[in-house]
C-alpha cells in the first residue's frame, strides 16, 4: 500500500505561483512513478505532469509546459508540482498519484490516489 497526502493548494490571483506537495508513505518510494492530475469544477479529471522512477523522464500536458515543474525529493519522499504564471483555467482539484508504470500512470489509469487539494485562481 502507498498512502498519498496532497498539501500546498489555495487562492491565488491570476499571475501567481503555487507549490504543490505530495507526502508518499508506504512502501519504497522509488519503486513509483508520481504524477499529478487535476480535476475542473464541472470537468473530467485531467493528466497534468509526471515524473519517471529515477527522476529523469518528465511529461507535461501542453496547457502546463513552461509554467509547471513536477520534482522528487527521495529524501522527503515527496513529489512537488512549481505552479507559475497560473491562469483562472488552473482552477481544479489536484490531485497526485502513483504507479508503478510510467506510461499506466501517465494514462491516468493509477494504482494509488491522494485525496486531492484545492487550487483557485482569482482573475
Known amino acids: 500500500q502507498v498512502q498519498l497526502v496532497e498539501s500546498g493548494g489555495g487562492l491565488v490571483q491570476a499571475g501567481g505561483s503555487l507549490r504543490l506537495s505530495c507526502a508518499a508513505s508506504?512502501?519504497?518510494?522509488?519503486?513509483?512513478?508520481m504524477g499529478w492530475f487535476r480535476q475542473p469544477p464541472g470537468k473530467e479529471r485531467e493528466f497534468v505532469a509526471v515524473?519517471?522512477?529515477?527522476?529523469?523522464?518528465?511529461d507535461y500536458a501542453d496547457s502546463v509546459k513552461g509554467r509547471f515543474t513536477i520534482s522528487r525529493d527521495y529524501s522527503k519522499n515527496t513529489v512537488a508540482l512549481q505552479m507559475n504564471s497560473l491562469k483562472p483555467e488552473d482552477t481544479a482539484v489536484y490531485y497526485c498519484?502513483?504507479?508503478?508504470?510510467?506510461?499506466?500512470?501517465?494514462?491516468?489509469?493509477?494504482?494509488?490516489w491522494g485525496q486531492g487539494t484545492q487550487v483557485i485562481v482569482s482573475s
Open positions: 508506504g512502501r519504497t518510494f522509488s519503486m513509483y512513478a
Open positions: 515524473i519517471g522512477r529515477s527522476g529523469h523522464i518528465t
Open positions: 498519484a502513483a504507479d508503478a508504470a510510467f506510461a499506466t500512470l501517465r494514462q491516468g489509469l493509477a494504482h494509488y
